[in-house]
Nanobody, 121 residues
Framework: QVQLVESGGGLVQAGGSLRVSCAASGTIFSINAMGWYRQAPGKQRELVASITSGGSTNYADSVKGRFTISRDNAKNTVALQMNSLKPEDTAVYYC???????????????WGQGTQVTVSS
């Protein structure tokens, strides 16, 4: 199996910073894209940022210039540095990874359990 374990998050005032991290473990041959999604109460889960194994990044328009995604391929980790946080960034943040468990297997999506980020005004 594959597990994604998130850490970080918490409560911060508007304008502050937080960092969330995620580590993938288990039977892993390789990981394609890794990313962060978020879901606010009453809203659909949305992509925040993603990064390929080669380091290409993609960001939601709402976080461009404020959030930075990074990954360590050797450690199978991904992190999201969040600066200039706004109350509208409040959500549960989920780590996602597209994992190949074997060289011959098809990639499959795995998700972390989610970590709460709350930004107070």
């Amino acid at each position: 199996q594959v597990q994604l374990v998130e850490s970080g998050g918490g409560l911060v005032q508007a304008g502050g910073s937080l960092r969330v991290s995620c580590a993938a473990s288990g039977t892993i041959f390789s990981i394609n894209a890794m990313g962060w999604y978020r879901q606010a109460p009453g809203k659909q889960r949305e992509l925040v940022a993603s990064i390929t194994s080669g380091g290409s990044t993609n960001y939601a328009d709402s976080v461009k210039g404020r959030f930075t995604i990074s990954r360590d391929n050797a450690k199978n980790t991904v992190a999201l540095q969040m600066n200039s946080l706004k109350p509208e960034d409040t959500a549960v943040y989920y780590c996602n990874a597209e994992v190949l468990r074997r060289s011959w297997s098809s990639p499959r999506d795995y998700w972390g359990q989610g970590t709460q980020v709350t930004v107070s005004s």
